[in-house]
């Protein structure tokens, strides 16, 4: 008699855990979202495209040695350089394919008029929200997985030296950012009322958010420049503070964070005015070292921290999510 699989042992210990909490009356939904979800081969699709982009810079760096160029820079050869190749790939994309995943869920059933049969079981609107967020937001999380994991396994053979921390929280900050994205869009799957409204609203706000909100904060300031008396460090105070808004910037900054060793760089570059931020508004000494440009013996205050940029990227998880449900509570299907 062949042993029982100690995985398979483990997710059916999961599954059942889960299914006997009485907090879990969604777990159904996201079950049938996720088993529905991962038949159709265009999330395969995907996990291929994220196999290439996450697994391709490294070989690359394996087979060609592109990575050396960090090496000559000062760098020492390790997968920071992979993660510099992969953040500016991972940012644009995996919003859109989260958009993708998401923007249906909701929207798409409510055209069909399978949302009043799902509704007449006894399931209440919440309920039905969050089993959708927690199917497709585990949706989203596998072709990033399924990336990551080769992109180990194309490394752990070569001379690149693995550096587990940062490899670990640039992976943990990107499937972060992928659930924030679809929670964004389930939210106005909920609230709209066809699957193509909400494609072109989640759409138009990815590209306001990708290609336009860099300058919001820049503008702003200049705006209440001219048109009030505030001095040049509030103005960089509001150009900096709007930055971290954004979703996309926010999380550019935290893996630029755990890259550089340093929250006080890695946010400077999110003004327009670097020098004037570290001497004027964080009372530093702008210098440069063999890594770069430091600003040394400044106070970076608790609205730009860490914690902060981690809260402001997860508001746009929580925001969406509750607009939308009130929205979704108050509808006429």
Sequence with gaps: MSAE??????????????????????????????????RSPWIWVLSFIFI????????????????????????SL??????RFALPIAAPLLPAVAIVIGYAAIARESE?????????LPYTRGELLAGKFVGRSAITLIPVTVGFLTTLLVLLPSQIEIAWESFLLFALATMVYGVVFTAFAIGLSAAMKTA???????????????????????GLGNLLSDYT???????LHVELFVSLLSPIASYRTLVREVLQGSPIRSRLILTSN???TCEEMLGGTL???????????????????????????????????????????GKDL
């Excluded at 982009?53 to 820079?73: K, M």
Aim: charged letters at 15%; hydrophobic letters at 45%; glycine letters at 6%.
């Design 196 to 218: 193509r409204r909400t494609m072109a609203a989640s759409l138009g706000i990815y590209v306001y958010l990708q290609v336009f909100w860099s300058n919001l904060g820049a």
């Design 78 to 83: 390790t997968t920071d350089a992979y993660v």
């Design 287 to 329: 210098e440069m070292t063999q890594t770069g440009v430091e600003c040394t013996n400044a106070a970076l205050p608790p609205q730009y921290s860490t914690v902060a940029v981690v809260a402001y990227l997860l508001l746009w998880l929580v925001v969406p999510l509750v607009a939308g449900y009130y929205v979704f509570e």
């Design 5 to 38: 699989n100690p995985v398979k042992r483990f997710l059916g210990d999961v599954d059942t855990s889960i299914r006997n909490s009485e907090f879990a009356d969604w777990y159904p939904i996201t079950k049938k979202e996720f088993r529905d979800t991962v």
């Design 52 to 75: 290439v982009l996450f697994a391709l810079p490294a070989v690359l760096g394996l087979y060609f040695n592109i990575g050396q160029q960090f090496a000559e820079a000062g760098a």
């Design 229 to 235: 008396d505030i001095g040049q460090v509030t103005q």
């Design 274 to 276: 670097p020098q004037a």
């Design 112 to 120: 069909r008029g399978s949302l009043k049969i799902l509704l007449s």
